[in-house]
Structures are given as C-alpha cells and as structure tokens.
C-alpha cells in the first residue's frame, strides 16, 4: 500500500506535464527564458563591441600622441628621450606595450614594462628582448590591440609608433556581467514558471494565452501592449509585472540607445579635439624648431644650426673627396658703436649687416649669427682662393656706411677661414682654427687670414697673456718709453711720442701692437689709456720743473676717444698737475674716424678738447673721406712706417709717401713720417717735403729720465 501512493503522485505529475496547460507552461516559459536570455546576450554583445571601439579610439589617441611627441626625439636622435615617452604610454591603464619603429620596422626604443604577464610570457617565448618581435608576438594574442600611427615631419615618415592595449578586462567583466543576466533570467523564468504552473494548475487558460501572447509581443520587441487580466490573482499580478517588465526593458532600450548615440557623440568630439590638439602641437613643434635652430634678432641660422650644416658638409665633402672653408667674421669697433649709441642701435646695425652678408654668398652658401657681432659663413666645395675670394666680397659689402638714426657708420669686419681636411676634421676644429685667423686678421689690417698651424699654439697662449696683462695693469708693471720726433727745417726736438713697453717676467719684452690688441678685445684698454694719460701729464708736469716744455703724442682707441668721460679725465689730470691741454697730442687712426666721422667731431668740439693738438695715425693705409677730416681740427698726419722703411728700394713706396705728402700740405698738415733708420731715408723725405721724422736714426725710444739728454744729443749733433 506504501507504492501506491508514490506510483499516484507520479502518474499525476506525468498527466500534469502532458497536459496543455502543462505544455503551455513549459511553452511560456521557454519562450520567456529564451527572450530574456537572447536580450542579455545581445546586450552583452553590443557592450564588448562598444568596449572595443572605445578601447580603439584610446589606443589611436595614445599612439597620435607618442607620435606628435616623438618628433623632436627623433630628429635629434634622442633615445632616451624617446624611451622616456614610452614609459610614459606604458604606465597609462590597459597599455601592455608600447614602441617607435623605424621604417624598416627597427625598433628605436627599448622600454619594456616587465610587470605585465603578457610581456614576461611573450619574453618567455622569445630569445631577444626586441621590442619589433614582441609587437609580432603580442598581435597574435586575440585578447589584445594594436595600433600603428606614423610619425610625420615635414611630409616625410620618420617612423611608427606602435600601442599594444590589453581588451581581457573588458571582455571578462563583460562575461560576468552576461553570467549574471543569464542567471537572474534563469531564476525569473523558473518564478514565472511556476506562477504560470500554479495558475494553469486551477485551469485558467485564458489568462495564460493572454500572458503568453504578452510574452510573445515582448520577444518579438513590441512594447507599448498592456496585458489585462481580471481579478485578483496571481496572473493578474503578473500581468502587471509583464506589462512593468515590458515598460522597463524599452526604457532600457532607450536607455542604451542613447547612452551608444551619447557615446558615439563623445567619441567624435574626443577624436576633434585630439585632431585639433595635434595640428596645434605640430604647429608649436615647427616653431619651437624654428626659434631653436635661428638666431632671434637677425633671423639668421644660430650657431646650432650654422655647426649642423657644417657638420653636414664635412660629411658630403667627406664623401664625395671635396672641400669645405668655415668663415669667421667680427665686426671691427661694434663695442664703440654699442656704447656710444646704445644697444638698440647695436641690434639695429647687426640686422643691417645680416642683410648684407647673404648678398656675397652662394645660395648653396650658409651665413649664421654666433653670437655677438660674431657671424659664421660655411662654404661648400671651397678651397682656400674661392675662400678669400669670397671674404673680400663680403668685406666689399660692408664697406658702404650704415645710417642709424641720422648718424652715418662705417665699420669693417675681421675674417678667418679654416678648410677641411687641410685645418681640421670635423668641426669644432674648424671653428676653433678660424678663430684663430680671424684673430691674425685683426693684427694683418683687415685683410682676410686663412688659418696658420705654426699660430695654433698662440691661442692658449692669449688666454695666458689676457690674465697676465690684467694683472700687469692692475699692479702698474706696464712703462712709458718716449720717442722722439725732430723737426727737419730746425733739427729741434719739440714733440715725444709715448709708447707702452710691457716686460713680462716670463716672455720678455712684449710688443705694443701685440698687447694693446688684447686689451682692444676686453675692458683693459680704458684702463691702460687712464694709466698712459695720468703717466703722460705727470711726467710733462715733472720735464717743465726742469725747464723744458715737450709735447707728447699719445695713442687713443676709438673706444677711448667715443669715451663720454675723456674731457673730464684729461681736464682733471691737468688741473692736478698743472699741466695746459695743448702740450697734449693725440693721434688717431683713420679706421677710427671713420667708425663714426660725425661723432668723432661732435667730440673734437668739445671745449677740453678742442684743445688738445691732433694728428692722423698710419695716414694712408685707410679709407678717408676727405670732407670728413676738413672738418676736424687736425694739424698733423703721420705717414705708416711700411711706406718709409722700403721707400729706398720699392719706388711704389717712394711714390706713396710722396702722394701722401702733397695731399697733406695741400690740406695744411704738418708731415711726420715714422720708421726712419737710415741716412738715405732721411734724406730722401727731406726731398720729398717732409716735416718731422722719427726714428732709430735719430733716438729708439727711451725712458723718461734719459729723454731729455737724448734730446740734447740729438739737436748737437744735428747742429
């Protein structure tokens, strides 16, 4: 009796099942899960699919960005740099790795994040530690993305970069969510099962095909279709939760509708912003280029750039078995005309003459700014003739005067070349060895110098002598010798020439023409002229209290007569030692006159210094305009020693000094010619009209205490 039981309640369930409310539940509930299961799964599908294009678009802006970045590493070459980018895209989220390949598809950096499992198992599989390979590795894994963004500059690929991200944590959380879906759809069709089992169990069929053709409109994405069930009852109440559940899923629908069109708009508007941001860092990368390689003020390459294209030469010339020359030019009294009119018409003369100096060049030819009024001009395939040929054409356009502000400026410039392979290799050699010529250049007149190997030694040397000369200066070791000068028509002694003798204890007895043009290049020379002027007038003070009224010739720089404070030095100095202005006489250079003529007479007016006795230095070897030295309040020319020491044996020179002599009379000057050592030259000045001479012949220069008997000797034996 105790089967009988059990066998009912399963021939029941059986009845039950095969029943059509049975089947009908079982239906219903198929359909139901189906419907709600195949939601989830096309909303898991359209979630991994919308995970995918935002993990794209975040691996295109990061790639866009490495690239926009990378530039300037890549011109320069800058592998560090470059490595440090690549750790800065690896430490961002989901980055697995990131690379710069060439474009032979070489790796440019190394950076590998040894942290990541994908890393460490592909290093694992590999032999190297290539980051190219492991970029083939990583493609293979389905889990991951990869995005290539070429580097561009100036139309041309430099390279690719490369960004690897990992999609598994979208996927995964994308899976666990469709689990979870699945399961609460499987729980809700087993509730709704069994409500729709316990109903069709009192045999309401009716609410159930109501439901069921709820369910189906709900399958088939009808929404909007209000299930009525009369009563108050379980079907009814789940007639209510279909309706709220159809309710809910379209405004669900609707929902991740415009959550995808909300993101979709977004992903455009990133993408906008990412374009317009890398035009705007493409335009800034050009400029920052551009300020970095060219100098601000002339607009010509600086010297980063100016030693790029040199360097590029030396190798094409290399190469190709050529020759490249390397100018260096310094413009000749730039500080005076800086001091005297102020840095802004400094900056105005230099772009002047940045405007010049391409005029003499080749197009193929590179003119830079070094710095100061310190210029470069590289020469490819140029020997040491095209060279000079070259520096006297730019010579040639510097010569016409510059106008600044309504003052007229003449101002030359100092050249010199290097050549490659002959002076140098490469080219901080070049350029050291040109400005060593350029140095020589200064001491040979302006003429260009192509570089000595025997005067290399002298570049240290110079650096040795500057601190030397200061400490001289500083320490009065420097001496006046006199020199003097006799008149031809008398054979009187009335004027001296004071010349700077410097003694080192090391090297002797140095030449002016050497020092003196050391202080010329630094702030020394206004000290050693105040120490000439406080010698000079002191010792003309102490030659009167033994009687005898002398007039001494002095030397002045252009930067010394351009000096605001000169008056006030020379009328101090004689008011303390009691000395008149006009036993003074100071002799400049027609290179001097010229760098300013207007200011030069400006000063020359002045009522000190209208005092002061003047005369023309080296007469002749210069570029003098005559209405300019008309204007001045000059007595005197001296005629260059170069002219008088060969006039015996070179009729050119005769003939020179002659021309200069008969153009200084006929402007009114006294003649004083230098470098007389012979009878036969003496003679033949004497001839030729000269007033005074000066010379070894007559007396070397001597030190003040022998000067006055000196002088005595000269007049008796010339009596």
Known sequence: MSEDPIKYTVIKKRRVLNSLGGQMVLLMSGILLIAMITNAYLQFRDEVFTMEQVLNVRAQSLGQVLASVSIESLVEYDVQKLNKNIEAVTSQSQVVHAVILDTRGNSLTTFLDLNDIYIQNTLNNLNNVDSAAIVNEL??????????????????????????????????????????????????GLFVGMGIYFVFSRHILAPIQALSEGANKIANSEFGHEIQVKGDTELSDLSANFNQMSENIELLIADRDAALKDLEDLNKELEKRVQDRTIELQALNTEIARQAMHDPLTELPNRTLLVERLRQNIYLAKRNEKQVAFLMLDLNNFKEVNDTLGHPQGDRLLLDVASRLPTALRQSDTVGRLGGDEFGIVLPEADGRQAIEVAKKVLASLEPSFELDEQVVSIGASIGIALYPEHGEDDASLIRHADIAMYDAKKNKGEPCLYDPEADHYTTARLALMTDLRHAVENDELQLYYQPQVELSTRKVLTVEALSRWDHPEHGNISPGEFILLAESSDLIRSISDWVLEKTISQIAKWQAQGADIVVSLNLSARDLLNPSLSDTIKSLCEKHDVSPSLLKIEVTES?????????????????????????????????????????????????????????????DTSIVRSVIELAHNLGYTVVAEGVETEQTLTQLELLGCNVVQGFYFSPAVEADALLDVIKTIERDSA
């Open 139 to 188: 493609d293979k894994i389905p889990e991951l993305v990869t995005y290539k963004v070429p580097v561009m500059s100036d139309g041309t690929m430099l390279a690719q970069a490369v960004v690897v991200l990992d999609n598994s944590e979208y996927v995964a959380a994308s899976a666990e969510k469709f689990e979870e879906k699945v399961l609460s759809t499987l729980f809700i």
């Open 592 to 652: 001097v006159i010229m760098s300013n003529p207007e200011k030069v007479i400006d000063v020359l007016e002045d009522p000190i210094l209208s005092q002061v006795n003047y005369a023309i230095d080296d007469f002749g070897t210069g570029y003098s305009s005559l209405s300019y030295l008309k204007k001045l309040p000059i007595n005197e020319v001296k005629i260059d020693k170069s002219f008088v020491l060969d006039m015996i044996g070179n009729a050119e």
